[in-house]
């Protein structure tokens, strides 16, 4: 057999791939008429399904820190499901970008890393980007009023546990473990914490169209998502190309949404996400260009 053999994809493209995956969550999870529990639990069933086929053989062996950082993960997918059920696709993915805002204050904290500058001119701005998502004025034909100032809320939520999760990824206590152990148990303790929720108020009925976004939710969006994303980076695709292909995610998730389902963002909500996205775009690129001069 041919050792040798060069992959069918680069690992660009795998990153490419992975990244687009992950931007079609919010037109999914709004596609389904389950509600934000029920979501949660069949996208986080069949992930996990995926993530342990391909990555046990790498060990999953649960200690406690790998349960405190499954726990951060399991927390950024039920927050950001339940606020795209209840705002717009827009406003949980941006709000949800906002992660590196707690990462830059609490890295300092936590790992000991210098807080520069910049880094509070970048938290600055993206803290006024954020304060824009709340001057939206609620219209009366808007499906979503009662609920989008939780949603809305909870997507920052989903950014703070974003946040958190990288955070402690990088923690030398993470490094030394199989990468997958929080994604695997993280959607395993989505299953369990939602279980009961939905069986309290179970779905009045489950469509056809309603288990195809689930299982495509935890299959590919998911599950084959970080499978193509783990392989392209030890692919070798620079730290600075997947941040970059990364930004892809927050950009095409509202875009789906308003082309399948004619959902639109608010001004106020494309004037913050365009401040925060641009903000955390420059202060990565930055960061990384300082990284490979050093």
């Given at each position: 057999m041919d050792t040798n053999r060069q992959p069918i994809l680069s690992p660009v493209y795998l990153v490419l791939?992975?990244?687009?995956?992950?931007?079609?969550?919010?037109?999914?999870?709004k596609m389904t008429s389950l509600d934000a529990f029920s979501v949660n639990l069949c996208r986080s069933f069949f992930a996990a399904i995926?993530?342990?086929v391909f990555t046990y053989k790498k060990g999953l062996r649960l200690d406690a820190f790998t349960l405190f950082t499954s726990l951060l993960y399991a927390g950024t997918l039920s927050a950001f499901v339940y606020a795209t059920k209840n705002t717009t696709a827009a406003n949980a993915i941006f709000?949800?970008?906002?992660?590196?805002?707690?990462?830059?204050v609490l890295s300092?904290?936590?790992?000991k890393e210098k807080f520069r500058?910049?880094?509070?001119?970048t938290v600055s701005i993206c803290i006024a980007g954020m304060s824009l998502f709340f001057l939206e004025v609620p219209s009366s034909a808007n499906v979503l009023t009662a609920n989008i100032l939780a949603g809305n809320i909870a997507a920052l939520v989903s950014g703070a546990f974003f946040g958190l999760y990288f955070i402690f990824l990088r923690h030398p206590r993470s490094l030394q473990?199989?990468?997958?152990?929080?994604?695997?148990?993280?959607?395993?303790?989505?299953?369990l914490l939602m279980t009961p929720l939905v069986f309290i108020t179970p779905p009045a009925q489950i469509t056809l169209a309603d288990i195809g976004a689930t299982l495509f939710l935890g299959i590919f969006q998911i599950g084959f998502a970080y499978i193509f994303f783990t392989n392209g980076i030890a692919g070798g695709v620079r730290s600075l190309d997947a941040s970059i292909i990364g930004f892809l995610e927050p950009l095409f998730n509202p875009v789906w949404v308003f082309i399948f389902l004619a959902e639109r963002p608010s001004a106020w909500a494309l004037l913050g996400g365009a401040i925060i996205i641009t903000t955390v775009g420059v202060h990565s690129f930055r960061q990384n260009r300082a990284k490979r001069l050093a």
């Open positions: 791939i992975a990244v687009l995956l992950w931007s079609t969550g919010g037109l999914f999870i995926v993530v342990a709000l949800q970008y906002t992660a590196p805002v707690y990462i830059l300092p904290l936590i790992l500058g910049e880094d509070l001119i473990k199989n990468p997958a152990l929080s994604v695997f148990y993280g959607n395993i303790l989505v299953v």
